[in-house]
């Protein structure tokens, strides 16, 4: 997608300052005065008094007081879009469509800007010049060459328009001439040519730390003490298990069941054993000779059940178990494992123990400000709670109860005699019937013996319920304890207090208000039940009533939590109404439309008759579709390395990782674990959730854990390019051709979908036939629900009551009113005709329209206020000679950019960032910059290498980069003029379009 919109990007430059717009402003110029037909030039006219007025155009912009129509518009974009579409096929997007047409537009305000200049400075035009543009024109040409006659005849013939085109040429010739003056002026000179192609040739590596309002919490945030308190009080949260990382050799060994395989052992054992000889007399691994390369397993915790990129691997487990603190053992193996022999040595390894507070500080931060944040709102709770305390008075009722579940009255399963006995006496009650009706019944069938068997187990079951609660109540009445008696049947006894609204697990909130409004003759009260409530069967008498109880904050918190949300809400509604007021201005409605829809809608998939044949051809001729290979279904939580952090990446990376699996050991939620903390943007919102793969999809470290590993079952830390992986298999799914059973629903369902949509589409199309005919709309649209009329709506708005429409937005504003549209539009999932009837302009904005993007603008205001002085403070910190790793640590460190050149001037953490690149090209290595502002905030880069691109040629570059420089200086004029011209788009597609970008933070330098 990227590299299209690159494409139609670098299309619209060439459009821009192409050599063929001379040609296209000439048609232009004569456009308003022609009548052309097949014999009959453009330049003449049968009546020069009285010339034919020209088809009306709408306007589109108007530039000061020059107007550009559609018909401008067309003349250019229609030729340039089909050259797009025949180089792009099917990648001619709306989406590069709506780039190109801002090409168009730019081009267009371009041409009349230069007319504009020209006549600011007036560039003198003469015949001579007015000539030449003229003899471009084919009219002028005989046989492929100019003739002069032509020309001549033109302008002498008393039936030529030539006196109504001549201004409009001469404004041509002006613009022309002040265009070649432009690129004249904007071409570089070879030293600055050759001093831009050095700096664009050169690449720099450098570490930033950069900070935007989308950084900053509005919410409560933990003091440098605070974290440094949490850390102490948590050491187990940042304690590390031991770590070790192997390089290895591996000796392929034949499979088990090979004859050969013994001999193959005892002579690569050999191999392998002199190997591990010379390894532990000192020889470097990468010297052995013969055999594949080392593998090199990254970080890996101990004790380990899975090693990277050997998976459950029990002999060689064994083998480096204590070599994360036993630092004699330096050689591993060799070590024989189910398909080779392994020998390797011990290149890192990390003893147990809590982990410097400097490593962890982004984690600390992370945690530390959580508690406080969790704290904060808490006591926020009880203080509101404090204040309101006579808000939650409320009568109160104590309630003694013995409950029975179901689940502790065991039933033994009917016999068939028994089922088939009560289903003969009793079976008409199955079918809402009297025992006594006579009316008949159907045979005992599976379905009705299993609805027997439960009804008989239900009867049995409420029976002994009935017994036991009945000797429970009568045991209560007499004044027994009941602990003993209630335990021996299964039950239990609990005293409850009741409030309204505090909620309870067995008593619905009916029954519990009717005990709080009934004023008791005497307590307690009698003992009502047994009563099935929740899965319980439930004795209970109220013990005691108080009228004017005063909850304690515990009992009332869900109440509080709502109360104090809704005390927040109310609080941002408060600031965004006065920040609106402030900013009225800022604040309109969009513009709105009104359209009458006569609906077709799509039928339900399962309504529309597909044939069983239909379904097994289609699963037939798309087999391939319905093959699936052994897949497990995963879910990871994506630990990654921060190049910034150095040699200790790998290490701060795995103390992470091992905090988390400690975590998910001690029973914290993998999903929501993976929400919080995974770096893996594609999965971390869902869970950590991958779906099904296949092998071969991911890497083969992460693909051998996974597979090795059963369902239900959480992986230690695995090292892959990526960083460390924590993964969760939910399902394992063998190899092979998914039955035509298991699929049938899901190809019915499509075919029907796309038969429901084509008989739709279909019908649509019909109605407006029918309507071009003549055909009362009102009558055909009957049987489809009537021709509807919409509330107003927005182009950034789905259509009321049908739902999305993309291609409608796009054709809204071109379409006539009061007429119905040519061609059906897909509205959600129906076709509609449709007939624009008001269209309502923009208009300021009262606060209820407007009030989520208040509420939203008040807190970015906010969080580039706190951002101007966490930039306040880190530049303080600078200018007092901290350093810039010291600065950036509590916001996780710098982040290493990898090698970039000014073009195109990506950096990876920020986006497109030239000026970023630009600063750190200037400074020395080891040297940090000053404040960088940036689109999205500020930055702050320490340069630490640069380099020279490789294969760079100055020669082979020349062209190409002053054509690109005189395109850059020369689009810079046209920006300058622009801000100096009244531009209006009237366009709304084009305006949306051109519209500028939102204005960047500005922190100062």
Request: with cysteine.
């Amino acid at each position: 997608m990227f590299e299209r919109l690159a494409t139609v990007a670098t299309q619209g430059s060439s459009l821009l300052y192409g050599a063929a717009w001379t040609g296209l402003l000439l048609c232009a110029a004569f456009a308003a005065h022609a009548q052309t037909t097949s014999t009959q030039s453009p330049f003449f006219s049968p009546s020069p008094r009285k010339p034919a007025p020209p088809p009306s155009s709408p306007p589109i912009a108007r530039i000061d007081d020059r107007v550009i129509t559609q018909q401008d518009f067309d003349r250019i974009a229609q030729p340039y879009f089909e050259r797009l579409k025949e180089q792009l096929k099917q990648g001619f997007t709306p989406e590069l469509q709506q780039t190109a047409a801002r090409n168009v537009m730019n081009e267009l305000i371009r041409r009349e800007l230069l007319v504009i200049e020209a006549k600011r400075r007036a560039i003198p035009v003469n015949e001579a010049q007015t000539d030449r543009l003229l003899a471009e024109d084919p009219f002028f040409k005989t046989n492929g060459a100019f003739d002069p006659q032509k020309l001549i005849q033109f302008k002498i013939s008393p039936g030529s328009n030539y006196a109504l085109v001549l201004p409009k040429v001469r404004e041509l010739v002006a613009a022309g001439t002040l265009d070649s003056m432009l690129r004249a002026r904007f071409t570089p000179s070879p030293a600055a040519l050759r001093t831009e192609w050095a700096r664009r040739n050169e690449q720099v590596r450098f570490r930033c730390l950069a900070l935007s309002p989308r950084d900053v919490s509005l919410e409560a945030e933990a003091t440098d003490a605070e974290r440094a308190a949490y850390y102490a009080a948590h050491p187990d949260r940042f304690t590390g298990r031991g770590r070790i990382a192997l390089r290895a050799r591996r000796l392929p060994l034949p499979a088990s069941s090979e004859a050969r395989r013994k001999a193959s052992v005892d002579s690569t054992m050999r191999r392998a054993r002199a190997w591990a000889d010379s390894l532990r007399a000192g020889a470097s691994i990468d010297s052995l000779g013969g055999g594949p390369g080392v593998y090199e397993t990254g970080q890996f915790e101990l004790p380990a059940t899975v090693i990277p990129g050997f998976g459950q691997a029990p002999t060689l487990a064994a083998a480096v178990a204590g070599a994360d603190s036993d630092t004699t053992i330096r050689v591993v193996g060799p070590v024989t494992t189910e398909d080779e022999i392994v020998v390797a040595t011990v290149s890192e390894r990390h003893r147990h123990g809590l982990q410097p507070f400097a490593e962890v500080l982004p984690e600390v931060r992370q945690l530390a400000d959580a508690e406080k944040r969790a704290s904060a709102i808490e006591a926020r709770r009880r203080a509101y709670y404090e204040a309101h305390r006579a808000e939650y008075v409320t009568p109160q009722v104590q309630v003694k109860r013995v409950l029975l579940p179901e689940s502790a009255l065991p039933t033994a399963s009917p016999s068939p005699r028994e089922i088939a006995s009560w289903y003969a006496a009793h079976g008409r009650t199955l079918f809402a019937l009297p025992d006594t009706s006579g009316a008949w019944m159907p045979a005992l069938s599976d379905s009705l013996r299993a609805r027997v068997r439960t009804r008989l187990q239900s009867e049995d079951r409420l029976a002994k319920a009935g017994s036991a609660m009945r000797r429970l109540a009568e045991l209560w009445s007499a004044g027994r304890d009941l602990d003993g008696p209630a335990r021996a049947a299964g039950a239990t006894v609990e005293t409850r207090s009741l409030i309204r609204g505090a909620g309870d697990h067995v008593f619905p909130t009916a029954l519990v208000d009717s005990l709080l409004n009934t004023r008791f003759d005497r307590l307690p009260t009698p003992i009502e039940g047994p009563h099935l409530l929740a899965g319980r069967y439930v004795l209970w008498r109220v013990e005691a009533r108080d009228s004017a109880f005063a909850p304690p904050y515990d009992m009332v918190r869900a109440r509080v939590e709502t109360a104090v949300a809704e005390e927040q809400r109310n609080e941002d509604e408060r600031e965004a109404r006065a920040f609106f007021e402030a900013h009225r201005a800022r604040y309109t409605t969009p513009r709105r439309y009104v359209i009458e829809t006569i609906v077709s809608r799509t039928a339900s998939p399962e309504s529309v008759a597909v044939s069983e044949g239909a379904v097994r051809a289609h699963y037939e001729a798309h087999l391939a579709e319905y093959r699936e290979d052994e897949q497990v279904h995963a879910r990871h939580i994506l630990v990654t390395l921060d190049p910034a952090q150095g040699d200790k990446a790998d290490a701060r990376a795995r103390v992470r990782a091992d905090s988390l699996a400690r975590a998910i050991a001690g029973g914290a939620d993998f999903g929501e674990l993976a929400k919080r903390f995974s770096q893996d943007p594609g999965s971390a919102s869902q869970g950590g959730d991958l779906g099904f793969f296949a092998r071969g999809r991911m890497v083969k470290e992460f693909q051998d854990s996974a597979f090795a590993l059963a369902p239900g079952r959480v992986s230690q830390p695995v090292r892959t390019r990526f960083g460390y992986h924590l993964i969760r298999v939910d399902e394992h799914r063998p190899a092979g051709v998914r039955p035509l059973a298991a699929v049938h629903d899901e190809i019915r369902r499509m075919l029907g979908l796309a038969l429901a949509d084509s008989i739709a589409q279909r019908r649509a199309r019909t109605w407006r036939r029918a309507i071009a005919r003549g055909a009362d709309p009102r009558i055909l649209a009957g049987a489809s629900g009537g021709v509807v009329r919409s509330e107003p709506f927005s182009l950034d708005q789905p259509v009321p009551g049908l739902g999305s429409a993309p291609e409608l937005e796009r054709a809204l504003d071109r379409l006539p009113m009061g007429r119905w549209a040519p061609t059906p539009y897909r509205v959600g999932p129906s076709y509609a005709l449709v007939r624009p009837v008001e269209r309502q302009q923009p208009r300021p904005a009262e606060f209820d329209e407007v009030r989520g993007e208040a509420i939203r603008d008040v807190k970015n205001a906010k969080r580039e206020e706190l951002l101007a002085h966490k930039v306040a403070a880190i530049r303080a910190a600078l200018a007092a000679g901290t350093s810039l790793d010291s600065v950036a640590a509590p916001f996780g460190g710098l982040k290493d950019s990898g090698f970039l050149g000014t073009s195109p001037g990506f950096v990876p953490f920020l986006g497109l960032e030239p000026r970023v690149i630009g600063r750190a090209l200037t400074l020395a290595p080891g040297t940090a910059s000053d404040t960088i502002r940036t689109a999205q905030g500020v930055a702050w880069v320490q340069t630490e290498e640069k380099r020279r691109l490789p294969g760079g040629s100055f020669e082979k570059d020349r062209i190409a980069l002053t054509q690109e420089l005189i395109t850059r200086n020369y689009a810079e004029w046209v920006e300058t003029k622009k801000r100096s011209a009244k531009i209006e788009i009237l366009r709304p597609d084009l305006r949306a379009a051109l519209a500028p970008a939102p204005q960047p933070f500005s922190a100062g330098r």
